[in-house]
């Protein structure tokens, strides 16, 4: 059943018409007519997937480390140089290189490494370390509505996470609602109301051109409401005016903040890893200016560059909580930092 609310919002602009679109149906018949249930897959058939999906990354680097090894008695200086390159090839940047140049050096003197046919279980233990950082799980029953906003440059994939996170919230039994705070591109709204056709959930949008403050203040309201579980706020990844982004999403921060004090909750920030190096550039940019909680990290299938989040997790300390291996709704994952390590090294 398909049931409409509308709401005019004379307090914001005289023109804003905020449109709650819900579906109210089942549970069950909603899966049935998405027809996308996740069958239950075993770990080691994901992380098969996950290591095919990173095909070219381990190409690129695990297969890289073994041929350099290949043959080799010792680790040598000349052994640890040629693996350098490798490692900055690979996109885990310089200084996250010379860490774990410096650990392989340490324990080699430490007579702890020797084979170098264990070089790359040594190196894979160290990118995992680096990986699991110490952060509270993303728990979205610890409040309601648990407000997540999703952050990022244009095009790495912020929507299309959004609808893929949404999706999953559906599948856990939790009522989402999508949020259009991208008021800048009118195709930005059009996309997600799209993901909430698909997913069959609320979404709450104004007209191209609206203040996403007003657009996210009056979907708190709806939110609230309507008692749903968690809200995703789909941001701007570009301004089209002169104001600036940073500033535009800061104000969006406080607004969500005035109108539920501990909002929001996660901020996830998207990164495209086929981007490599800029990744690390955008992660501290948007951590300087707004403070964020967690990474997800997508495009994984088509790129060799999958290692640029070991620097980001080592630099910023920020948990990643979710990959992103393709365009379909069930190829959003949760990170799992040795199934990671494993599937590129
Ligand atoms: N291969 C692949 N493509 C993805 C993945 N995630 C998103 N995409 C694609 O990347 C493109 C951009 O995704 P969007 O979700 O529109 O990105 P956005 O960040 O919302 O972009 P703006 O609205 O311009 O800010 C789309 O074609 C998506 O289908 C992924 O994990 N793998």
Known sequence: MLKWFRKKDGEATTETAVEVEARQESPSQTESEVGTEEPQETHAAFLARLKNRLAKSRERLADRVDRLVLGKKHIDAELIEDLEEILVTADLGVHTTQFLLDRVREKVKRKELQDPERLRQALREEMEAILSVQAPPMDPSRAKPFVIMMIGVNGVGKTTTIGKLAHRFRQDGLTPMLVAADTFRAAAAEQLERWAERIQVPIVRQQSGADPSAVVFDALDAAMARHV????????????????????????????????????????????????????????????????????LTK??????????????????????????????????????????????
Do not use: S
Request: charged share 25%; with cysteine.
């Open 300 to 345: 994984l299938d088509g790129t060799a560059k999958g290692g640029v989040i070991v620097p980001i997790c080592q630099e910023l300390r920020l948990p990643v909580r979710y990959i992103g291996l393709g365009e379909a709704l069930d190829d959003l994952r949760p990170f799992d930092a040795a199934a990671f390590a494993r599937a590129v090294l």
């Open 229 to 296: 579980d968690v809200v995703l706020i789909d941001t701007a990844g570009r301004m089209h005016t002169k104001v600036n982004l940073m500033e535009e999403l800061k104000k969006l921060h406080r607004v969500i903040r005035r109108k539920l004090p501990e909002a929001p909750h996660e901020i996830l920030l998207v990164l495209d890893a086929t981007t490599g190096q800029n990744a690390v550039n955008q992660a501290r940019l948007f951590q300087d200016a707004l403070g964020i909680t967690g990474l997800i």
